[in-house]
């Protein structure tokens, strides 16, 4: 499974608007899509580089010369039969709230023993501008992969994560040990001692429970995977500000002992802060 490597647009709204492509014809499913039960259920995780924005005929969009460009984001895409939910997070601070959630609903257009295919529409929860982006999910039911295309621009990959052989806690490590404390962008502190910035988390260890907070995200770390320098950690979603998916994702990366980049804020630099 690729980890992500870019976690939590000018605008992402005029994305939707000006990307609009419909979605294939496709004859829904009868029944209660909720009772389904399908072999694509499950939570992916995956991102999407930077790119510059399209007019519907597939020409650039140009502004006073210029391309458009659009940051790079983290998508996790949940699938429970034919009902999804959407969560996104872009790599800077242009969405409104800080990030998409959209809910909807799909219709399978095709399926195999190894592949399925589904055509979905979903409505903007998290932003006073309604968009109802329709997308194509191409889903690889053998390694339980897929690929996004159509209104969230160009086509990206998300994955379910691998599952930790042991549902408990992850346990203590030297190099998570290593990595806990208080990272910030800018350590300075306002004359109450808080820290003067929303960008930053904290990882702690407390009676061998590991967790990860940041500016209204974070929870319990259930799993852990290090790629080198890089950590990629699984928690609980106990945050009322990222929609009701019940786990998310966050890759930090180490540039030295003291400086990282976490995943949906790839363009800021963390430095380790004194407690």
């Known amino acids: ?58 020409e650039p969009l140009v502004i006073n010369g210029q391309k458009v460009p659009v940051p790079g984001s983290t998508f996790i895409f949940e699938l429970n039969g034919l009902d999804v939910q959407v969560y996104q997070r872009a790599d800077d601070d242009t969405m409104e709230n800080g990030f998409g959630y959209y809910i909807g609903t799909c219709l399978e257009t095709a399926q195999s023993e190894s592949s399925a295919q589904l055509s979905c529409t979903c409505k903007e929860q998290s932003s006073s501008t309604t968009s109802e982006p329709p997308f194509v999910l191409s889903i690889n039911l053998v390694d339980g992969s897929m690929v996004v295309s159509g209104n969230f621009g160009p086509e990206f990959y998300v994955a379910i994560p691998a599952q930790p052989s042991n549902a408990g806690p992850i346990k203590s490590n030297l190099e998570f040990t290593s990595l806990t404390g208080l990272w910030a962008n800018d350590c300075t502190r306002d004359e109450q001692g808080y820290l003067d910035t929303k960008y930053f988390f904290e990882l702690n260890e407390f009676e061998g429970l590991f967790n990860i907070s940041g500016y209204e995200w974070g929870g319990e770390i259930i799993q852990m995977q290090q790629a080198s320098d890089a950590f990629t950690m699984v928690y609980n979603n106990e945050s ?36």
């Not at 000006?18 to 694509?40: F, H, Q, R």
């Not at 019940?246 to 990366?253: A, K, N, Q, S």
């Open 1 to 58: 499974m690729n980890p992500i490597n870019t976690i939590l647009v000018p605008t992402f709204f005029c994305l939707i608007a000006c990307s609009e492509t419909p979605p294939p014809i496709a004859k829904e499913l009868p029944g209660d899509s909720s009772e389904i039960n399908t072999p694509w259920d499950g939570t992916y995780y995956g991102s999407q580089g930077d790119y510059f924005l399209n007019k519907a005929s597939g």
């Open 240 to 275: 009322p500000y990222e929609g009701n998916l019940p786990i998310m994702e966050v890759t930090l990366t180490l540039i030295d002992s003291e400086t990282c980049v976490i995943s949906g804020f790839q363009s800021i630099e963390f430095k380790k802060c004194n407690s």
